[in-house]
T-cell receptor
C-alpha cells in the first residue's frame, strides 16, 4: 500500500515569511499533484509535476518533484493571509492508482 | 469553477434516514471519485468508478453504496445514517484514473 506523508502537519507563520512543506513516500509516482483547500470548499488543483527533478513556479509558489519521483516540496515566498488553507499532495502510481496525503494546514497571520 | 457539479449543497436529515448525493463530472472525464471529510480532517477516499465500473474501494461503510450511470454521473447513497456520518462529501472527476482530479464544491451532510 502506498502512503504519502506530509510535513509539517500544522504551520503557523506571520505574513511576509517564507515556508516549505514536504510530501514524502517510499513509492515511486508517475506524477504528483498539489492542491489547496479552503474551509468548506473543495480542493483546488495548483500544479502537476511529472518529471523527476522538475521545478515549477506559480507566482510566489515553487514546486519541486524529487529526482527519484518519491517526494515533492512546495515553497511559498512572502506568504500572504490568502495563502491560508490545507495543502494536499497526491500521487498517481504506474498502476493508475491515486493516493492523497493527509495535508499540511497552513495559517498565515496578519 | 472546476466543472464538477454536486447536489444538493446542504442536506440536513435525521438518524436512521437514507440520502442520495449526486455528482456530474467534468465533460469528457470518465473517472469519478467520492471522498468524505469530517471537520478539520483530511480526505478519506470512499470509492472510485471508471466508465461505469467500480475500480477501487477505500474505507467505505457497508451502509454506503454508489454507482456511475451510462451518462457518467454518479450517485452516493448513504443509509441508516448515524450522527458520525455528518461530514462534507466531495466528488471528483478525472479524464482517466492516472490523471489529476478536479473536485466539486461538496455536499455538507448534517445528521441530527
Amino acid at each position: 500500500t502506498q502512503l504519502l506523508e506530509q510535513s509539517p502537519q500544522f504551520l503557523s507563520i506571520q505574513e511576509g515569511e517564507n515556508l516549505t512543506v514536504y510530501c514524502n513516500s517510499s513509492s515511486v509516482f508517475s506524477s504528483l499533484q498539489w492542491y489547496r483547500q479552503e474551509p468548506g470548499e473543495g480542493p483546488v488543483l495548483l500544479v502537476t509535476v511529472v518529471t523527476g527533478g522538475e521545478v515549477k513556479k506559480l507566482k510566489r509558489l515553487t514546486f519541486q518533484f524529487g529526482d527519484a519521483r518519491k517526494d515533492s516540496s512546495l515553497h511559498i515566498t512572502a506568504a500572504q493571509t490568502g495563502d491560508t488553507g490545507l495543502y494536499l499532495c497526491a500521487g498517481a502510481d504506474y498502476g493508475q492508482n491515486f493516493v492523497f496525503g493527509p495535508g499540511t494546514r497552513l495559517s498565515v497571520l496578519p | 469553477d472546476s466543472g464538477v457539479t454536486q447536489t444538493p449543497k446542504h442536506l440536513i436529515t435525521a438518524t436512521g434516514q437514507r440520502v442520495t448525493l449526486r455528482c456530474s463530472p467534468r465533460s469528457g472525464d470518465l473517472s469519478v471519485y467520492w471522498y468524505q471529510q469530517s471537520l478539520d480532517q483530511g480526505l478519506q477516499f470512499l470509492i472510485q468508478y471508471y466508465n461505469g465500473e467500480e475500480r477501487a474501494k477505500g474505507n467505505i461503510l457497508e451502509r454506503f453504496s454508489a454507482q456511475q450511470f451510462p451518462d457518467l454521473h454518479s450517485e452516493l447513497n448513504l443509509s441508516s445514517l448515524e450522527l458520525g456520518d455528518s461530514a462534507l462529501y466531495f466528488c471528483a472527476s478525472s479524464e482517466t484514473p492516472a490523471h489529476e482530479q478536479y473536485f466539486g464544491p461538496g455536499t455538507r451532510l448534517t445528521v441530527t
